[in-house]
């Protein structure tokens, strides 16, 4: 890979990053009526960056079925591959919260909603979004630590 182009997967990733915590931060503070529209984007927003986050296509065809009879949940769990680990809890005072194991990975990533499908989705956003954050963090290490020299 020459450096012009390892340089534009780095900027790549971290414009991913950026873009996907953002969503993450929306989808978790927006309000229940805006349910279909945020999983909507969601969807749009995980194919576009699907050659980053390594996931597959999503299939609109299906996701705007099931959208427009309000099956928000159903749709959120299209997104997300078979092997998807999750757990949903739905508390007083409409308090959701979704737990997502992605892939073989070991970390829990537990997040809040408005409803139950945008704490899902979300808590799947952090899932993938953790691997990319790593990525940066260990070019930001590597490129700060002193070059070491061989005599």
Excluded at 34 to 57: F, H, K, W, Y
């Amino acid at each position: 890979m020459s450096t012009s182009c390892a340089n534009e997967h780095v900027h790549d990733t971290e414009m991913w990053a950026a873009r996907l915590r953002s969503f993450a931060c929306q989808a978790m503070s927006c309000d229940a009526d805006q349910e279909l529209n945020m999983v909507s984007e969601g969807a749009l927003l995980i194919d576009a960056a699907s050659a980053v986050l390594g996931a597959e296509a999503v299939d609109f065809a299906q996701l705007e079925a099931m959208l427009s009879c309000g099956a928000a949940e159903s749709a959120v769990l299209k997104l997300m591959p078979e092997d998807t680990a999750f757990m949903l809890s739905h508390g007083q005072g409409n308090a959701c919260l979704a737990t997502v194991i992605a892939g073989s990975g070991a970390e829990e990533y537990i997040c809040e909603g408005p409803t139950v499908a945008l704490a899902l989705l979300t808590a799947y956003v952090s899932a993938l979004l953790a691997p990319l954050e790593q990525r940066s963090e260990m070019r930001c290490t590597l490129a700060s630590q002193p070059l070491s020299r061989l005599h």
